[in-house]
């Protein structure tokens, strides 16, 4: 896929090493800890609704917390497990 289908991207693949399978999940401990520091909060209601929306995906992870911590401060609130749920139902599973 990084030679492109013409060879367009040559180069691109010139660059990479080699490949690791870091397999398809995060561990929830790995999520918690991420969530934790980023929202700023203790192992609570929170950070178990981010553990649960987040599917052990690290980019659905990233885009979940960068939503929930944008939702948080435009409505000049702290980050709940409601903005959780609210923020995962846009998401594209």
């Known amino acids: 896929n990084l030679r492109g289908a013409r060879g367009e991207l040559a180069q691109l693949y010139s660059r990479v090493g080699f ?8 561990p ?3 999520v918690r ?5 980023v929202l700023d909060a ?3 209601p929170v950070i178990a609704a981010v553990v649960e929306h987040a599917h052990g995906n690290a980019r ?4 979940l917390l960068r939503g929930v ?3 948080a401060q435009l ?3 702290a980050p709940s497990a409601q903005i959780v749920r609210s923020v995962a139902e846009t998401l594209v599973s």
């Not at 490949?19 to 995060?26: H, M, V, W």
């Not at 800890?33 to 520091?37: C, F």
Request: hydrophobic content about 35%.
């Open 19 to 26: 490949a690791i399978n870091l397999g398809n999940q995060l």
């Open 28 to 30: 929830a401990d790995d």
């Open 33 to 37: 800890k991420i969530s934790g520091q």
């Open 42 to 44: 203790a192992d609570d």
């Open 60 to 63: 659905r992870l990233t885009k």
């Open 69 to 71: 911590a944008r939702v």
């Open 75 to 77: 409505n000049d609130t």
